[in-house]
C-alpha cells in the first residue's frame, strides 16, 4: 500500500519509501487547512478523498542527507513550506491546484521554478497544461480525467470521447472535429511540431503518474511515431523527435567584428565569449529511403512506439526521463530492425536491435548555443545502451520484425569522419554496438572549411557538451574485434586477417579496401 506518514509540520504528509536515492526527491502531500485529526498517516486512496489537498513533488528530502531546511518545515519565524503552499495557491491561475513539482521548495514562491496541474471539482484537468523540457512539451488537454489506477498506487489520464479526438481515427465531418481538441501530445522544436500519437488503451488512459517504484513522480507514456509514408516520404516525427550524435564548435561568423558595436552577437565572437554551432549526424535513417526499411508492424505500419518515462524535475536524470524501445518490465532483445545512419564499407545500411527496456533508451543531452548562458540550453536526444547489429540485403520491404540478418566476411564497420577508419564486423558471432552518453564533443580547435594541422597526441575534445561515444564488441567479449585506421594519404586496404595462424600483422600483405 502506498502510504504517506506525518511530518513534523502538521499539514505535510510524506512517502516513506526513497523515490531515488541517488538524488534527493520526494513525494509528499498538504491538506489545506491543517492535518487530519487522529490520521499520523493516510493511504493515496485516502488522500484523493481530501478535495482541498495538493500532492507535491520535491527536490529535497524531509530529513537525513541532503534535507531540506528544518525551519521551513516546521513552524519559525520564517514562512513555512505550508504558508509558501498556501501562498502559491492565492494566485488565481493556480488555486486548484492538484499536483505540484517544484525544483527549489526553500526558495521564496516569487522564485519557485514548478509545474502545477489543476484539477476542477469533477476531476478533470481544468486547462490545457504544459510540461515543459526546454524546446519539448508534454501537453495535456483540458478535459482530461484524472483516476486511481487499478492498483492504487498512482493515477492515470483519461481522455473523454465527447470532448477529445481518438487517436489514430478520422473524425465524420470537419465540423465535429473543430469542436473537439487533442487529448495529449508531445510538442519539439518550442511548439513548432507536434508528436500525436500518445497511445490509449480501452479505457481511454494513456498517462501514468505512478506514486511507488524507481518512476514515482514521472509521467509515462507510449508515443509512436507515426513514418506516414515510406519509400516516398522522410520519417518526419523521428526527424522532429532530434535523434542524433553531434560534433560541437566555436561559430567562426567573419561577419562579426568585436570592435564594431553595431555588429550584432560581436561580443560573443572571442576567445572568453563565443557562439556554438553543431554538426548533426542523426542516429537513425530518417530520409525516404531509410524510411521503407524500418520493421513492420503487428497492424502493417512502419511506425515506431518509444516508451517513455518524463520527469518534470530531472530531465537530464537518465534514470527518470527517456525513451525506451521496448515496454517497461521487458529486458529481453526487441525485435526492432531500425536503419541506422552507420554503413559498411560497401555502402550497405547497418541496422541496430535494441536491447531490454533498461538497456538501449534516447536520452536528453544539452545542445547550448553560446559557451555561457543564464538561460536553459535547449536538449536533443542521444542514443544510450546496447544495440545488436546486422547488415540486410533488402529483398524484402519492409524489413521483418524478429529476423536475423547474417554478417558477411567483407561487412566493415566505417567510423570516423573521413571514412578511412573501420572496426572489423564478425560473421560468426554477435556484434554489439555500445554507445555511452554524456562523452566530450565540444573541438575548441574546429573551424569549419579549413584544415587545421597538428601532431600532438591526445585528447582533442572538450566535455562543455556531450554526445555519445561508441564502441563495438563481440558477444563473446574474449575475442575482441579489430580496428583498422588507413595511414594518411594512402590506398585503402584491410586489417590483417591472420591467414599465417601466427597472430603477427606485421608480415603479413596488405590487402586492398573494397568500397564502392
Not at 514548478?114 to 508534454?138: C, G, I, K, M, Q
Not at 536533443?380 to 558477411?408: A, C, H, M, W
Amino acid at each position: 500500500m502506498t502510504t504517506f506518514t506525518q511530518s513534523t509540520a502538521q499539514a505535510l504528509y510524506f512517502l516513506a519509501e526513497s523515490v531515488n536515492p541517488t538524488v534527493p526527491y520526494s513525494i509528499g502531500f498538504w491538506v489545506n487547512g491543517g492535518a487530519i485529526a487522529d490520521s499520523q498517516t493516510l493511504s493515496l486512496e485516502e488522500t484523493w478523498t481530501i478535495k482541498q489537498g495538493v500532492y507535491l513533488f520535491l527536490k529535497a528530502v524531509p530529513e537525513g542527507n541532503d534535507a531540506i531546511d528544518p525551519s521551513v518545515l516546521s513552524d519559525s519565524a520564517l514562512p513555512t513550506l505550508c504558508d509558501r503552499i498556501g501562498e502559491f495557491l492565492i494566485t488565481p491561475s493556480v488555486r486548484n491546484t492538484r499536483f505540484l513539482w517544484i525544483d527549489n521548495p526553500e526558495e521564496l514562491v516569487s522564485r519557485w521554478r514548478f509545474h502545477a496541474l489543476t484539477l476542477s471539482p469533477t476531476d478533470t484537468v481544468e486547462r490545457l497544461t504544459f510540461f515543459n523540457f526546454r524546446n519539448y512539451e508534454l501537453a495535456i488537454a483540458n478535459g482530461v480525467t484524472c483516476q486511481l489506477n487499478g492498483t492504487k498506487d498512482g493515477f492515470v489520464f483519461a481522455l473523454d470521447p465527447s470532448l477529445h479526438n481518438l487517436p489514430s481515427t478520422e473524425t465524420e465531418s470537419p465540423e465535429t472535429e473543430s469542436l473537439k481538441t487533442d487529448p495529449f501530445y508531445l510538442s519539439t522544436g518550442y511548439g513548432a511540431h507536434q508528436l500525436k500519437g500518445i497511445e490509449v488503451n480501452q479505457a481511454g488512459e494513456a498517462i501514468s503518474l505512478p506514486f511507488s517504484g524507481e518512476l514515482a513522480g514521472c509521467l509515462t507514456f507510449a508515443l509512436t511515431l507515426q513514418n506516414q509514408s515510406p519509400g516516398t516520404a522522410s520519417f518526419e516525427e523521428l526527424v522532429y523527435l532530434d535523434v542524433t550524435l553531434r560534433m560541437f564548435f566555436k561559430s567562426a561568423n567573419s561577419l562579426l567584428d568585436q570592435n564594431d558595436p553595431l555588429s550584432g552577437f560581436a561580443g560573443l565572437n572571442s576567445d572568453q565569449e563565443f557562439l556554438i554551432s553543431s554538426h548533426r549526424y542523426p542516429f537513425l535513417g530518417e530520409d525516404s529511403d531509410a524510411a521503407s526499411h524500418y520493421s513492420e508492424q503487428g497492424d502493417g505500419s512502419q511506425n515506431l512506439t518509444l516508451y517513455s518515462a518524463l520527469d518534470p524535475l530531472q530531465p537530464l536524470n537518465s534514470d527518470r526521463t527517456y525513451f525506451a524501445f521496448v515496454e517497461p518490465g521487458n529486458y529481453s532483445i526487441s525485435d526492432l530492425s531500425l536503419p541506422s545512419c552507420y554503413r559498411t564499407n560497401l555502402g550497405y545500411s547497418i541496422h541496430v536491435t535494441p536491447h531490454g527496456h533498461g538497456d538501449s533508451r534516447l536520452i536528453f543531452a544539452e545542445r547550448p548555443g553560446q559557451n555561457s548562458s543564464i538561460f536553459g540550453s535547449p536538449l536533443y536526444l542521444v542514443p544510450q545502451g546496447k544495440y545488436t547489429l546486422s547488415v540486410p540485403n533488402y529483398e524484402s520491404t519492409p524489413i521483418p520484425s524478429g529476423k536475423d540478418f547474417s554478417i558477411r566476411d567483407e561487412d566493415n564497420f566505417l567510423c570516423g569522419l573521413a571514412g578511412i577508419e573501420y572496426i572489423q564486423l564478425s560473421s560468426q558471432q554477435v556484434n554489439i554496438l555500445h554507445l555511452e552518453a554524456g562523452k566530450p564533443t565540444f573541438a575548441p580547435d574546429f573551424v569549419p572549411e579549413q584544415i587545421v594541422e597538428t601532431n600532438e597526441a591526445g585528447q582533442r575534445l572538450e566535455s562543455g557538451t556531450t554526445t555519445a561515444w561508441g564502441y563495438i564488441e563481440y558477444e563473446q567479449v574474449t575475442n575482441l574485434p579489430v580496428y583498422f585506421s588507413q595511414p594518411k594519404q594512402s590506398l585503402l586496404y584491410r586489417a590483417s586477417t591472420f591467414q599465417d595462424g601466427n597472430q603477427d600483422p606485421t608480415d603479413d600483405p596488405l590487402t586492398f579496401l573494397e568500397v564502392p
